[in-house]
């Protein structure tokens, strides 16, 4: 409390340091790593994830609810749990390349990524995964980005014919306040994938023309027989 008996005003530090704190037990964090690929779960599921009984779970996923990780839905009497929104699936990954090494794998053995999310998937706006990481290295192979200071990444002018010619709007990429390009390690994969503006305007594309299709309920994405040729074609991409 304030001076006076008021409440503290909820300041981003604040803010912070609760979701510090929320994430600072082993068996919370198993549950939210459990999360990443985007699908809903009962809390019988998250107890089992992350080795408590079902009242403890409960009294966890209060606390993550609280701190505005997770969010639920309820389905009959169930309750059905999911990460509150992207920035929480990128600050997990974020946290899963922050531990490095081990402690990193160990991480990632944890949320237990299947086939389909480590082959392909959205990291928050764009193209992640081995499909993802692939892109962004043939990118490279072409010309077509330039590395510049830390991870940032400029096109050149084979690169911005190229990618317009392929439906990359790289003009509307260039507009706004947010990064342009840079490349974004990949928490599966520990190879860089092409995040930003750019990075976002991939995966319009590719969604737009039918290269991907997004699965029901996670963030998962399944290349399509038009993907498989048009990156072939396009790109030289074997898949």
Excluded at 22 to 34: E, G, N, T
Excluded at 183 to 203: M, P, Q
Aim: net charge positive; aromatic share 4%.
């Amino acid at each position: 409390m304030a001076a006076g008996g008021e409440p503290k005003p909820d300041t981003p530090a604040l803010r912070a340091a609760r979701i510090g704190a929320a994430l600072a037990a082993p068996a919370r964090a198993r549950m939210l790593l459990h999360l990443l690929d985007g699908r809903p779960r009962s809390s019988t599921e998250l107890a089992a994830v992350g080795g408590v009984g079902a009242a403890t779970a409960s009294t966890h996923l209060r606390r993550l609810e609280a701190a505005r990780l997770v969010e639920a839905a309820a389905a009959g009497r169930h309750r059905y749990y999911r990460l509150r929104g992207p920035e929480t699936g990128a600050l997990l990954e974020a946290l899963c390349v922050a531990a490095g090494g081990n402690a990193a794998a160990d991480m990632a053995r944890a949320a237990a990524p299947a086939a389909p999310i480590r082959a392909a998937r959205s990291c928050y706006d764009h193209l992640a995964g081995i499909l993802g990481v692939r892109i962004h290295e043939r990118l490279q192979a072409l010309g077509w980005l330039q590395r510049g200071a830390g991870r940032e990444y400029a096109v050149t002018a084979a690169g911005e014919a190229g990618l317009e010619a392929l439906g990359v709007d790289v003009a509307a990429a260039r507009v706004g306040r947010r990064r342009f390009a840079f490349g974004c390690l990949d928490w599966t994969e520990r190879r860089w994938h092409l995040a930003g503006a750019l990075g976002a305007e991939v995966l319009a594309m590719a969604l737009r023309r039918g290269w991907v299709r997004r699965e029901a309920e996670t963030r998962a994405l399944a290349v399509t027989r038009t993907g498989r040729r048009a990156l072939a074609a396009r790109l030289g991409m074997q898949l």
